[in-house]
């Protein structure tokens, strides 16, 4: 692998301080390979792995190449997907900070076509964009292709799988002739090879071999796992290890839909992109997924093609992808730019002869690791627990409550037992309710990454109200499916409030799924939550007030049975509606 220094490139000042600026110490293999080269003005087939740094690679060229005095479009970036062309415009907008005069234009389905005139006719130099929407411009006349001096066609496979080949041969046709054409693709099918031939001139191949394809500094693991164990593994896995940033990759849809709310119900900020949801709802979740106010994603292949979020920790294989390369597409999102990460497999049953063919078109190392036991996260967990207890004895950064302890010790308790009846206190949540914390506008994995006093009972009530919600939503006498039963408006248990959620029988709720969402989203301990209805379209719960408060700000919005979840303080008019 050669990496060489930026400044050997042949790159101008301007670009060399915006890669400065970014944090690239060297440039890529790749980069080292195709900058050169593309400054040189030759046509350009370049192959690297996902994460490699394809982006700069030809994206500090492009820059270079573009005269800022000439108010027309110069660069043409065409992108598989909208998100890709948003982050790549986002890449380019960075590097070419420091140099003045160039303008980029993300252009896509689903933007205003007033914002995409505009930044044509303000003469945007570098445009990047999906086939089909350049096609749209091109046809409309508000994309000029006369100056055009390069054309990139970034991941031109997928652009390929995804149908887009006439308009693209469209595009390079209307081109002028004299332009460079650079193609970047993880694979070279022959659809591509005879793409090249007839529109580029001597292209160079680049490839950075496969041995530096495989992705360093990734621990790959898998587990086989019997296919209705998967949710609950997961979980284990995510406890065990203290995961707090991962995608989790599902062979469909429907798998993804399902496995969302499973792990919300169990308490688990997750949120899911997949084909089916508009593109103002998937970059949505992105956005939160990068700020880190969610801690996973579950995603499809298709969805989160092109995705790139740095220092992700995790990424799961629930179900297997298709293929080797599929595999490395997956994987290639952690350990980006040489930090390291890891990848976990599921593998179940039959699969594993799959799963064998994946292993060898990848040649990887992926190493069996036994499934731990709920023991041993238990044991995990108490561990923690016992950490946050001791730092913070040891930083003695709390207040002092030394009358009340005095109080307990006058009366003839020994300290070791007030001591274990407190730890009791906090992780069971006994006697009258525990004081719930103010509601953090924080993630909350910010609130599991202080190692305060609140925090290691919390993600333990996270593993304890998912048993228990499970156990009650199976027997119980207090929270049970009373659908006969007429509702009234308000609790009739003092300190409780009933809440009303639009989601019921009709959308296949029972009470562990209502038990399981609360606590999972307040973690509220058990003496909060109260008698539950579950009714056709809608569900009654009855909570501490403190719990109600905080459900009111966690739980409108989010996905639970497949639907936008709301939750409001019941009224007359919602039992009225309710009464049978
Ligand atoms: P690819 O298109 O090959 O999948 P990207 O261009 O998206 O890869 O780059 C992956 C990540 O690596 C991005 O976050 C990018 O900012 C970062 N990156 C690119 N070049 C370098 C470099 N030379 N040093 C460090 N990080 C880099
Ligand atoms: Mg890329």
Redesign the pocket.
């Known amino acids: 692998m050669i990496k060489r220094p930026f400044h050997e490139l042949g790159l101008e000042p301007d670009l060399l301080r915006a890669v400065e600026k ?7 293999p ?2 080292s390979l195709a900058i050169p080269v593309l400054l040189e003005g030759h046509d350009v087939v370049g192959q ?10 030809f994206a500090l060229p492009a820059i270079q190449k573009v005269d800022p005095s000439l108010r027309a479009t110069q660069v043409l970036i065409l992108c598989p997907t909208r998100e890709l062309a948003v ?1 790549v415009a986002e ?1 380019v907008a960075k590097l070419a900070s420091f140099k003045r005069g160039v303008r980029e234009l993300p252009i896509y389905g689903g933007q205003s076509y007033d914002r995409q005139f505009r930044g044509l006719s303000q003469g945007a130099q570098i445009v990047i964009g999906t086939p089909g929407r350049l096609m749209d411009h091109l046809e409309r006349g508000t994309l000029k292709l006369d100056a055009i001096r390069m054309i990139i066609l ?1 991941e031109a496979d997928r652009m390929l799988d995804m149908g887009f080949i006439e308009d693209i041969r469209t595009i390079l046709a209307k081109s002028p002739p004299t332009r460079q054409t650079v193609l ?1 693709s993880a694979t070279l099918p022959r659809a591509i090879q005879e793409l090249v031939k007839s529109f580029s001139r001597n292209p160079q191949t680049l490839k950075i071999e496969s041995e530096a394809l495989t992705i360093p500094d990734i621990e790959q693991v898998y587990y086989e796992v019997d296919r209705r164990s998967k949710v609950d593994v997961l979980c284990r896995l995510i406890d065990l290890h203290d995961i707090k940033f991962g995608i989790i990759f599902c062979a469909t849809k429907m798998m993804v839909d399902e496995l969302t709310e499973h792990l919300v119900a169990r308490g688990y900020g997750a949120d899911k992109m997949h084909g089916d949801m508009t593109q103002a709802m998937r970059e949505r979740v992105i956005g939160k997924f990068r700020r880190r106010a969610l801690e996973f994603l579950v995603a499809t292949d298709v969805a989160a093609r092109g995705l ?1 979020v ?1 220092n992700i920790e995790v990424v799961f294989n629930y179900d297997l992808p298709n293929d080797g390369e599929d595999y490395v597409h997956r994987i ?1 999102r952690t350990g ?3 930090r390291s990460g890891k990848a976990i497999t599921f593998v179940s049953g039959r699969e594993i002869h799959k799963f064998q063919f994946i292993l060898r078109s990848t040649k990887s190392r992926i190493k069996r690791e036994r499934i731990p036991s709920a023991e041993e996260v238990e044991q995990k967990r108490r561990n923690v627990f016992f950490e946050s207890l001791r730092e913070l004895l040891e930083k003695g950064d709390f207040t002092r409550h030394d009358d009340l302890v005095d109080r307990l010790l006058e009366q003839g308790f020994a300290p070791t037992d007030i001591s274990s009846a407190l730890i009791h206190y906090i992780q069971e949540g006994v006697g009258s309710a525990k004081p719930v914390p103010e509601p953090e506008p924080a993630p909350r994995r910010m609130e599991r990454d202080r190692p305060d006093f609140r925090d290691a009972p919390q993600s333990r009530t996270r593993a304890k109200d998912r048993d228990q919600a499970t156990r009650r939503g199976r027997s119980s006498s207090r929270q049970q499916d009373r659908e006969s039963e007429p509702v009234r408006a308000a609790s009739h248990e003092a300190g409780k409030i009933r809440l009303v959620l639009n989601v019921g029988r009709d959308h296949q709720v029972a009470p562990g799924d209502v038990v399981g969402v609360i606590a999972g989203m307040t973690k509220a301990p058990k003496s909060a939550i109260g008698a539950i209805f579950i009714k056709t379209k809608r569900s009654y719960v009855d909570v501490a007030e403190s719990t109600a408060r905080i459900a009111l700000k966690k739980l409108n919005g989010i996905d639970f049975k497949g639907r936008k979840l709301t939750c409001h303080v019941s009224t007359e008019a919602d039992a009225a509606q309710d009464e049978a």
Do not use: L, N, P, V
């Open positions: 970014m944090g690239f110490e060297e440039a890529s790749i980069q690297s792995q996902t994460g490699s740094g394809k982006t700069a690679a982050q890449e970034d970047f790139d740095d290639g980006r730019a040489g």
